[in-house]
């Protein structure tokens, strides 16, 4: 690989936005080149390492930056990086897990409450003019329904806090990769996927996007789930089949559903799930929160410099 630029300093592409005193962090020790400037298309001759969000790293992209050491993921899954095709070129990947957890665990629990309430359909209603009446008049609390957590990672935990000591609600979680000795005390364990399916009425998604979870709620998944459920997605798009879940709303066997993160991001306007009325939808906005965004545009610039060994 070739040696820094200017002043013997590395050149870092900064290929999305991230928050302001990270930027000024990364400008006061590199070469850096941010998504402000036209010349940032170009990452691939120059860049001694990128960071990036959302924007896909493909081995062709890696085959093609000759200078790349580094990839810094914002965020946790690295899903949108060809992993095993930065390691034979000896590019290491870097990202920020558990960083944001409490900004996701927040909007996850907002979409329990507004499922659990119904707050998008008294909207809907009074908008035109027609308050609802009787039975869908009346929601539930959120200690009224025993909740599952599939995936206990740092977000995974925070929901489970905030569920048992905001709310006081009753948690169960499955998660095979967490030994008993480690398992946090006061969260159920359940042993298997039916049993945490069969449990929840109220079930949050948080695992990464792998070969084990793609399609992992499907059909007869969510056949599992009671009657009247509700799901929430702050995972990643793939680990739910979106035309299965459109159709458990539209036949009624779920009460609800709400995701941040979509199979196409952003999704089309016209993807069934979004026509239901018992669907919430945001676009993977999970850890934009202005203390969120800082935490991991900070967190990522030191892992990338310290990569570098830049001090």
């Not at 000795?181 to 006061?186: L, Q, R, S």
Request: proline share 5%.
């Amino acid at each position: 690989m070739n040696g820094p630029d200017k002043a013997g300093k590395p050149t870092v592409y900064v290929l999305e936005p991230i928050h302001e005193e990270a930027v000024e962090g990364l400008r006061a020790k590199v070469n850096l080149v941010t998504w402000e400037e036209k010349e940032v298309s170009r990452w691939h001759e120059g860049a001694d390492a990128i960071i990036v969000r959302s924007h896909p790293v493909s081995a062709a992209d890696i085959s093609l930056a000759s200078r790349l050491q580094v990839v810094g993921k914002h965020g946790a899954g690295t899903d949108t990086i060809d992993v095993e095709a930065a390691a034979r070129q000896g590019v290491a990947v870097i990202s920020t897990p558990g960083v944001n957890a409490p900004s996701v665990a927040d909007l996850a629990l907002a979409m329990a409450l507004s499922l659990s309430r119904n707050l998008v359909g008294h909207t809907e209603a009074l908008r035109h003019g027609v308050p609802l009446t009787g039975r869908q008049r009346v929601g539930y609390e959120l200690a009224e329904l025993p909740a599952g957590i599939i995936g206990l990672g740092a977000i995974g935990k925070a929901v489970a806090s905030r569920l048992r000591c905001g709310f006081g609600a009753t948690v169960k979680a499955y998660d095979p990769g967490i030994a008993d000795a480690d398992w946090p005390e006061n969260i159920g364990r359940a042993d298997s996927l039916h049993e945490i399916l069969a449990a929840s009425r109220l079930l949050f998604l948080h695992v990464g996007l792998n070969d084990a979870t793609r399609g992992m709620i499907s059909a007869a998944e969510l056949a599992m789930l009671p009657e009247g459920a509700f799901l929430i997605n702050c995972a990643r798009g793939g680990v739910v089949n979106e035309s299965d879940l459109a159709n458990a709303l539209a036949n009624g066997h779920l009460g609800g559903a709400a995701s941040d993160v979509f199979e196409q991001e952003p999704p089309s306007p016209d993807l069934p799930l979004l026509q239901h009325p018992g669907f919430i939808a945001t676009p993977h906005i999970g850890g934009s929160t202005h203390e969120g965004l800082r935490r991991t545009g900070l967190e990522v610039v030191s892992k990338v410099l310290a990569q570098l060994g830049v001090e």
